[in-house]
Structures are given as structure tokens and as C-alpha cells.
């Protein structure tokens, strides 16, 4: 199966423009989830998607971040406006349902300067 | 109490030799514990995983031993290797959450 498809690769804007990374999880997972890894980090959890419902968004800076997942399937994540402090990867996982593994993308590192 | 601390920050380990990695936890809802594998440039890769009912899983080179009276968990990888040189990350899955709480990660470097 094909894996977790993320883009951009890599971004680099200056603070307080606004960025836009885009998923497509793989086929036929309805849970998709948004993580942020600050170098040297674990991964943090920002938002878990069921289908095109939020199921947690506690840890999403809603002042600044949104995220969307349309007809359930691809989902986008926006930064506005961005600050120095977002400067991380952000990984796009999604799993099945009953399936504990997630299948993470590559994700998109994001440099603010 | 969503914590999952992880130890050591980083490991250097010669080929051949054995790689101990650690992990605890508080949180009792937790229900199922995977390592990931994270080479640069790419996102975690699921390595192995155990469900608290079992003490030990081995696939391969690596094992979890699992303590859940202790509340810990490790990651054993035998006969390590220099292709093995990553970052390794505990997590935990919560029943009632769905969703996976990670640990710091351990970056280890296996020299020839």
C-alpha cells in the first residue's frame, strides 16, 4: 500500500507569514493526526482527526493553527501568522480503525526566520 | 499523569554490543506500547509493539520487556548494528484516547 503522502518537503518563510502542509493519508485509514516534532523532541500530538470530525484538538494553538479534513480524506494544516517558535517537522500520521499502529509521512520541516 | 519518560538521551553502543533503551509511565488507560524508528529526513517508523497483558515480544534483534507492575517498559536490540544508528522513541496509547503520547527519544549511535 502506498505510505502517508506529505508536501511540501521543506518550507522556509519569514514570521508572521502564513504556511499551508498538506496530507493524504493512506487509503481507507480514518484516523489522521497532525504531530509537531521540535528538533530534539518526541513527536507532539496537535490534532486527531475521525473521518472529516475533530476528535482532539486540545493541544492546537487555535489563536494561530487550523486544521482541516475534507470529505474525510486529505487533510490541511495552516500556520497564520507564523512565529520563530514553529520552526519544527510536522508529521502526518493515520491509522485504521482497530489498528493501534500509525503509519507516519515524512513530514514537512518548517523553518521561520 | 500523559507523560511517558524516556532515558537515555542519547547511546553510543560498538557493533555487536546490546542497546538498552527505557521508558516509564504513569497512566493506568494506557493500553498498548510501540517503539518507533526515526532515521533523519523521515518520519517514525513502527518498530515493535506490546500489549500490557504479555511480560516480553521479540521479533528478531529486538525485544520489549515489559514491567507493568513497575510501570516500565524497555527496548533491548541484540547484536546491534551500524545501520541501526537512529533515534528510537517509546509511546503510549491510551484506550479512552486514541491517540499515541510520545517519549523524548534516545539517539543511538552504533560504531564499527
Known amino acids: 500500500e502506498a505510505g502517508v503522502a506529505q508536501s511540501p518537503r521543506y518550507k522556509i518563510i519569514e514570521k508572521r507569514q502564513s504556511v499551508a502542509f498538506w496530507c493524504n493519508p493512506i487509503s481507507g485509514h480514518a484516523t489522521l493526526y497532525w504531530y509537531q516534532q521540535i528538533l530534539g523532541q518526541g513527536p507532539k500530538l496537535l490534532i486527531q482527526?475521525?473521518?472529516?470530525?475533530?476528535?482532539?484538538d486540545s493541544q492546537l494553538p487555535k489563536d494561530r493553527f487550523s486544521a482541516e479534513r475534507l470529505k474525510g480524506v486529505d487533510s490541511t494544516l495552516k500556520i497564520q501568522p507564523a512565529k520563530l517558535e514553529d520552526s519544527a517537522v510536522y508529521l502526518c500520521?493515520?491509522?485504521?480503525?482497530?489498528?493501534?499502529?500509525?503509519?507516519f509521512g515524512s513530514g514537512t520541516r518548517l523553518t521561520v526566520v | 499523569q500523559q507523560q511517558v519518560k524516556q532515558s537515555p538521551q542519547s547511546l553510543i553502543v560498538q557493533k555487536g554490543g546490546i542497546s538498552i533503551i527505557n521508558c516509564a509511565y504513569e497512566n493506568t488507560a494506557f493500553d498498548y506500547f510501540p517503539w518507533y524508528q526515526q532515521f533523519p529526513g523521515k518520519g517514525p517508523a513502527l518498530l515493535i509493539a506490546?500489549?500490557?497483558?504479555?511480560s516480553e515480544k521479540k521479533e528478531g534483534r529486538f525485544t520489549i520487556s515489559f514491567n507493568k507492575s513497575a510501570k516500565q517498559f524497555s527496548l533491548h536490540i541484540m547484536d546491534s548494528q551500524p545501520g541501526d544508528s537512529a533515534t528510537y522513541f517509546c509511546?503510549?496509547?491510551?484506550?479512552?484516547?486514541?491517540?499515541?503520547?510520545f517519549g523524548t527519544g534516545t539517539r543511538l549511535q552504533v560504531f564499527p
Open positions: 482527526f475521525q473521518n472529516n470530525g475533530v476528535v482532539d
Open positions: 500520521a493515520s491509522s485504521s480503525r482497530g489498528n493501534y499502529g500509525y503509519t
Open positions: 509511546a503510549a496509547r491510551s484506550y479512552n484516547t486514541d491517540k499515541l503520547i
Open positions: 506490546i500489549r500490557p497483558d504479555v
